[in-house]
């Protein structure tokens, strides 16, 4: 049977690759929000994203549009002058962050298409 680090053990074991300190606490803290969303779902991981090839759409290009979405929601409280409202900002680049290795699985999934297209 497999043992399962604590999640500072898992900091630890990142930390020994280098970079900054904090970047290993942040990825830890990110693969438990995707594993709590993903827990959302009644359905395989990245269901949702790969749905959308039924309307002719490719799951990555899904993953951009809604890092995009993402993107233009912290644009735009960034820019808004209000008052920052710190924690919304660290959900929205949590988010990003999230979405943006998705889109990297999701689009290394789809090589063969992409090699085609590009016809190399």
Not at 29 to 45: A, F, N, R
Not at 51 to 79: C, D, F, H, Y
Request: proline share 2%.
């Amino acid at each position: 049977m497999e043992e399962e680090l604590t999640e500072k053990e898992a900091v630890e074991f990142l930390r020994k690759f280098g970079g900054h300190p904090r970047f290993a606490e942040i990825v830890v803290e990110l693969v438990k929000i995707h594993g709590q969303k993903s827990s959302d779902y009644d359905e395989t991981p990245l269901s949702s994203l790969r749905g959308t090839q039924k309307w002719g759409i490719r799951p990555w290009e899904s993953a951009l549009v809604l890092m995009n979405t993402k993107w233009q929601r912290l644009s735009n409280l960034l820019a808004s002058g209000k008052r920052m409202q710190f924690r919304k900002v660290i959900e929205l680049s949590n988010d990003l962050a999230i979405y943006t290795i998705l889109f990297r699985i999701l689009y290394e999934e789809d090589e063969e298409w992409i090699t085609a297209k590009r016809g190399t």
